[in-house]
């Protein structure tokens, strides 16, 4: 048996194995058949209550899944249907950033695509009530 058919323990649709991007960052694993609670610990539910919260949330989602997801890509580069949702999500996650820039700033210190310095500005997207 090879080490990485210990760590992931997948069958050949991995499609049903796999999370959302919402459910695996509340669950902390993209993996279904991976995922052990802790203990008797609930799943929480995140959530916000305004529109900026609501897309840095969904950025923090596929942020999370495109990480999760990666690192099983290192062990399966040949696994074509989680490549696909990886470039899905990667699409997604570029759309959200997109959108989140025009309407409220850039998300990172590097974001240059303005015409003048604009990270000084508050609020940063990381800053207290955003999410």
Not at 12 to 22: G, H, P
Request: aromatic share 18%; net charge negative; proline share 4%.
């Amino acid at each position: 048996m090879f080490f990485e058919d210990i760590i992931f323990n997948m069958n050949d649709d991995n499609s049903s194995n796999v999370f959302s991007a919402r459910d695996g960052l509340m669950h902390g694993n993209m993996f279904k058949n991976e995922y052990v609670p802790y203990k008797n610990y609930k799943v929480a539910k995140l959530e916000s209550n305004n529109e900026k919260g609501l897309l840095v949330l969904k950025i923090y989602e596929y942020n999370f899944a495109l990480n999760d997801l990666s690192l099983y890509l290192d062990l399966h580069p040949n696994d074509n249907q989680i490549y696909s949702l990886f470039k899905q999500y990667t699409e997604e996650q570029r759309a959200c950033v997109d959108l989140y820039e025009k309407k409220y700033g850039p998300m990172e210190l590097d974001d240059s695509d303005y015409s003048s310095y604009m990270w000084y500005k508050e609020p940063w997207p990381f800053v207290g009530g955003n999410v």
